[in-house]
Every structure is written in structure tokens, then in C-alpha cells.
């Protein structure tokens, strides 16, 4: 091969690379910026949508309060039932500091109570109340709905295309 082939060869590579990097920038890096930042300002989606899909104003009113913490561990309670706050730091991964004031809110505002037991136990568990169960049963419905519309939205790629974005974004989260 001659220097100028090799050259030409190395220049319309890196002119390759360069449209690739302007595609990345356009059609995937400004897309996914603009998810992010959705999802960033709008953090409290579920809790909208909580709030507008309960007929309850005293349900509406106690969502209202809730952060992304404290519907966590509402939904952790609601699926174990019965659990102690032992338990929900162990479960969830959070600090106990967390997780005990998502506790205390939560029991202050009546969503969740403690059981109440014979047994003296030091670390004590709560379950949920009527209006604790309602805003679960809320949750649980959301996510019905935004399964089926992601299973809907999914069925238009094979599975090899779900595999390269998958691996695309695995390797843009470790690079970051």
C-alpha cells in the first residue's frame, strides 16, 4: 500500500468516526438527555399520577406529602404486609436514618401503623393502613399501565436490536 492510500484510509476513519460521534450526539446523547432531565424535574410523576387516579381527597391529600423515599418503603411494606424497620433497611439498601424517617412520616401522616403485639419486641413491625393499602393498590395499577404501554413500545424490536441498545447503554453508564 502507498503512504497516500494509508493516509486517505486513516483520514476517511477518523471522517467515519466523526459521523458516528455527530449521530451519537443528535440521535442518541440529546434524546437521552432529554429523558433524563424529564424524569429529573418531574420526579414526583408517580406521585401525580397517584394523586389524580384516587377518588379519595383524604388519600389525594396524604400522597401529596409523600416523597420517592416514603413510596418505597410503602410499597415494601404493602408487599411484605407485616415488616419491621430492621427489615425495610435490609430490604431497601438505604441508611436506617433513611428509612426511619420515611417510618415516622409515614406513621404521622396514619399510611402505615405498628403492629400491635404481645410480644415485646424491640424492633417492632408496621403494615398499612386503609389509606396506606389504597395508595399501594393505586401504585400497583400505575404499574400495570406502564408495563403494557413499555411491552407495547418494545414488540416493534427483535431481540437482537434490544440486545445492542442494551449493551450501548451498559457500556455509556460504565464509560461515565
Known sequence: MHFCDIVLGELYERMRSVDKFEYFQESIENPLTEIINVH???DNFKRQWLEIHV???EVQHAISKLSQMSLKVLRTIGEQKIISENELVSQLGFAEGV????VKMLMHDEIIN???STAHRQDVP???T???REIVAAEAEMDVIIDKQHREMVKNYSMEELTIVSKFLLDL???H
Not at 428509612?99 to 420515611?102: A, P, T, V
Request: net charge positive; glycine share 4%; hydrophobic share 25%.
Open 114 to 116: 405498628k403492629v400491635q
Open 40 to 42: 429529573s424535574q418531574d
Open 173 to 175: 453508564r460504565n464509560n
Open 99 to 102: 428509612i426511619n424517617k420515611s
Open 55 to 57: 377518588k379519595s381527597h
Open 126 to 128: 408496621f403494615q398499612l
Open 130 to 132: 386503609a389509606i396506606g
